[in-house]
C-alpha cells in the first residue's frame, strides 16, 4: 500500500518551527508581566512539556506567584493557587464527599487540585500528610478519596513556592517532592 500525501502525517520537523513559535510567543506574553526571569519561564516551559513539576525557590517578593500566573494566562489554562499551612489537611487539597439532602447520598466536591496548574504556595509549611496527597497527585495525575481514584486534568502541573531563607514551623520535602 503506498501512501499519498494527503494522508501522510506530517513529519516531526514540520511541526518544530511551529511549536518554537509558539513557545516564545508565550515566553513573550509571560515577560510583559514578569521582566528578568528568563530562566525560571523556561523551566516553567519545560516541566509543563515534559509532564513535571517545578519548586520555585525565593524570598518573598521575588514574583514568584506572578511568575506561574502569567503564564496560565499565557497558556490560557485554568490555575488555582492554595496557601500551605501548618493546618491544611488532605481533603482541603483533594477535595471530598458531601452530603446531599436532596438524593440523600454523598456526592464528590472537588478540591483546588483540580486544575492546570496548581500554585502550591510555600509547600514546606505544611504537614507531611497534606504532602502525601500531593505527592500521589504529582505522580499519579490522580487524586483518592475514600478509596475512590479521581483523574486530575491534563496539563496538569504543581508549581510549588518554597522560601528558602525561613524554616522555622515548615516540615522537610521528602525525596520524592524534590
Given amino acids: 500500500m503506498t501512501e499519498t500525501p494527503s494522508t501522510r502525517t506530517p513529519a516531526p520537523q514540520a511541526a518544530a518551527p511551529e ?23 523556561t523551566g516553567l516551559l519545560v516541566a509543563l512539556l515534559c509532564r513535571g513539576h517545578i519548586l520555585l525557590e525565593g524570598v518573598p517578593g521575588v514574583a514568584k506567584t506572578l511568575l506561574v500566573r502569567s503564564l496560565s494566562q499565557a497558556l490560557d489554562v485554568q490555575t488555582k493557587r492554595v496557601q500551605f499551612t501548618p493546618d491544611l489537611m488532605p481533603g482541603d487539597l483533594t477535595g471530598s464527599l458531601v452530603f446531599d439532602a436532596r438524593t440523600s447520598d454523598f456526592t464528590f466536591r472537588q478540591g483546588p487540585v483540580f486544575t492546570n496548574i496548581l500554585l502550591a504556595d510555600e509547600i514546606n509549611r505544611t504537614p507531611p500528610k497534606t504532602q502525601s496527597a500531593l505527592l500521589e ?10 478509596g475512590q481514584p479521581h483523574a486530575l486534568p491534563s496539563p496538569f502541573m504543581v508549581a510549588a513556592t518554597q522560601n528558602p531563607v525561613e524554616y522555622e514551623g515548615t516540615y522537610p ?4 517532592q524534590l
Avoid: I, Y
Wanted: hydrophobic fraction near 55%; glycine fraction near 2%.
Fill in 137 to 146: 497527585a504529582m505522580e499519579e495525575r490522580q487524586v483518592s478519596v475514600d
Fill in 19 to 41: 511549536a518554537r513559535h509558539a513557545l516564545l510567543r508565550v515566553r513573550a506574553e509571560v515577560a510583559k508581566a514578569v521582566v528578568g526571569q528568563d530562566a525560571a519561564v
Fill in 173 to 176: 520535602l521528602p525525596e520524592a
